[in-house]
């Protein structure tokens, strides 16, 4: 009985052995496997967040995507296919029109002259209009936006886009585009700061930058000022 007992105990020793053994190979694997695995997904990332941003250029505080037209109502138009603009609103119109929990859009086929309302939006206590760009009909919308309509707020440049346009004429291309439209951006966030701190009589800032009180926070006459000011079209300059 006593030599099964010793066999025993020799094969258990074995055995564990072996079992510390694996148990030590697959940890040394997984420190050397683990970070290359991780290196190779944060290069990944890194590369889908470079292709993503490599269009996009600071205007200020503010945030623009090259390579398009931009408004004075604070919308910018695409060139696509098929003679077609596709519209959305700017970082200065994403950060005065926070929170949007509705939007609307004009139907397709819907005819518009440059001033008319192309969306609607509703927000806390405030609803604000975003005027068409230039004469266009309109050919698709953003249904997204129906059933997230934060899309406007969080990703405005791209899938928080309002409609596909046909525009009327070539007017979409006296709009500023480039180095101008980046300078004319990055002015006009300066002007909104000064027009809070001067003409509403409103000043709030956090280590230098202009921080833009919530649209429920404002008077209804100031919120109709901020907004026939800076989400209203103009005439060309």
Do not use: C
């Not at 309509?149 to 480039?178: F, M």
């Not at 008077?219 to 209203?232: C, G, H, I, S, Y």
């Amino acid at each position: 009985m006593e030599p099964l007992v010793t066999f025993g105990e020799s094969a258990l020793v074995v055995i564990v052995g072996l079992l510390l053994r694996l148990l030590i190979a697959l940890v040394g694997l997984a420190i050397v496997v683990v970070p290359l695995v991780a290196l190779f997904k944060a290069i990944r990332y890194g590369t889908s967040v470079r292709e993503r941003w490599q269009d996009v250029a600071h205007a200020g505080k503010l945030l623009m995507v090259r390579g398009r037209y931009y408004a004075s109502g604070h919308t910018w138009l695409a060139q696509e296919r098929l003679n077609a603009l596709r519209v959305g609103i700017d970082d200065l119109a994403r950060h005065l029109l926070t929170g949007v929990r509705a939007l609307s859009v004009a139907e397709p086929g819907t005819e518009l002259r440059r001033g008319d309302t192309l969306a609607v939006v509703t927000m806390d206590g405030r609803t604000a209009r975003i005027a068409t760009p230039v004469d266009a009909t309109v050919v698709d919308v953003n249904d997204e936006l129906g059933r997230e309509p934060g899309l406007i707020n969080r990703d405005p440049y791209r899938k928080g886009w309002l409609a596909l346009l046909a525009p009327l004429g070539g007017e979409y291309k006296r709009l500023k585009t480039g180095e101008e439209a980046r300078q004319w951006l990055a002015a006009e966030d300066e002007r909104l700061a000064r027009f809070f701190e001067t003409s509403l009589g409103t000043a709030a800032a956090d280590g230098g930058e202009f921080i833009l009180p919530a649209p429920m926070l404002l008077k209804p006459d100031q919120w109709e000022a901020v907004t026939r000011e800076f989400l209203e079209e103009r005439p060309h300059a």
